[in-house]
T-cell receptor, first 116, second 116 residues
Framework: AQKVTQAQTEISVVEKEDVTLDCVYE???????LFWYKQPPSGELVFLIR????DEQNEISGRYSWNFQKSTSSFNFTITASQVVDSAVYFC?????????????WGAGTKLIIKP | NAGVMQNPRHLVRRRGQEARLRCSPM?????VYWYRQLPEEGLKFMVY????????ESGMPKERFSAEFPKEGPSILRIQQVVRGDSAAYFC??????????????FGQGTRLTVV
C-alpha cells in the first residue's frame, strides 16, 4: 500500500539553527514522484520541490536541501540557518506513476516553529 | 498571469445550509482537481474534472457533495446540507492540457469552510 509518514508532528528550534524534516514513504511502484509543500500560517500551499524516483541526486536551493535515499525510502528536507519566516507546516507527498497521477498521497505534515 | 483563484477564502455556514466553493484555474489550464484538508491532516483527493466532464470522483463522499466544471466559468464544489464534519480547508489545483500533476502543481489559496 502507498503511504507517506511524517513522524515529526511539531518541531521547534531557535532561529539560525539547522533543522531536518523527515519523510518516509511506501510504494510498490518503481516509478514515482515525491513532493514537498510549505503551508504558511496564511494557509496557501507553496510548492517547494518535485523529485522523480530515478533521480537520487540531492538538491540544494539556497538554505533548503533535500536528501533522497531510495534504500531507506526517505526524502528528508533540511533548512539551514533557519529563519522565523520558515515557520509553517511542511507536507511531503507521493505520486505513483501507475496510479492516477493527480491522486497525490500526502503526509500529515510537520509543523515547524522557528523562535526568534 | 493570475494563479489559481479560489473564492471565498472563508465561508461560514449553519448546519443544513449549502456551501458553494469556486475555483478558477490558471490561464490555459483545463484540468481541475479538488482536495480536502481536515484539521491537522494532509490533503485528500476528492475529484478531478476537465471542462464539462468529471474524470474521477473516487474521493468524493457519495452524498451531498457534487462538482462541476462548466464550459464557461469556474469550477464549483457544492456541498448540500452541510454538517460540522464538513468543516475543512478545500483546495483546488489546476494543470495544463496534459492533465499531469507530476509537474509543479498549482494550488489555489484554499477555501476554509466552517460549519456552525
Amino acid at each position: 500500500a502507498q503511504k507517506v509518514t511524517q513522524a515529526q508532528t511539531e518541531i521547534s528550534v531557535v532561529e539560525k539553527e539547522d533543522v531536518t524534516l523527515d519523510c518516509v514513504y511506501e510504494t510498490r511502484d518503481t516509478t514515482y514522484y515525491l513532493f514537498w509543500y510549505k503551508q504558511p500560517p496564511s494557509g496557501e500551499l507553496v510548492f517547494l520541490i518535485r523529485r522523480n524516483s530515478f533521480d537520487e541526486q540531492n538538491e540544494i536551493s539556497g538554505r533548503y536541501s533535500w536528501n533522497f535515499q531510495k534504500s531507506t525510502s526517505s526524502f528528508n528536507f533540511t533548512i539551514t540557518a533557519s529563519q522565523v519566516v520558515d515557520s509553517a507546516v511542511y507536507f511531503c507527498a507521493l505520486s505513483e506513476a501507475r496510479r492516477s497521477n493527480y491522486q497525490l498521497i500526502w503526509g500529515a505534515g510537520t509543523k515547524l516553529i522557528i523562535k526568534p | 498571469n493570475a494563479g489559481v483563484m479560489q473564492n471565498p477564502r472563508h465561508l461560514v455556514r449553519r448546519r443544513g445550509q449549502e456551501a458553494r466553493l469556486r475555483c478558477s484555474p490558471m490561464k490555459g489550464h483545463s484540468h481541475v482537481y479538488w482536495y480536502r484538508q481536515l484539521p491537522e491532516e494532509g490533503l485528500k483527493f476528492m475529484v478531478y474534472l476537465q471542462k464539462e466532464n468529471i474524470i474521477d470522483e473516487s474521493g468524493m463522499p457519495k452524498e451531498r457533495f457534487s462538482a462541476e466544471f462548466p464550459k464557461e466559468g469556474p469550477s464549483i464544489l457544492r456541498i448540500q446540507q452541510v454538517v460540522r464534519g464538513d468543516s475543512a480547508a478545500y483546495f483546488c489545483a489546476s494543470s495544463s492540457s496534459t492533465g499531469n500533476m507530476n509537474t509543479e502543481a498549482f494550488f489555489g489559496q484554499g477555501t476554509r469552510l466552517t460549519v456552525v
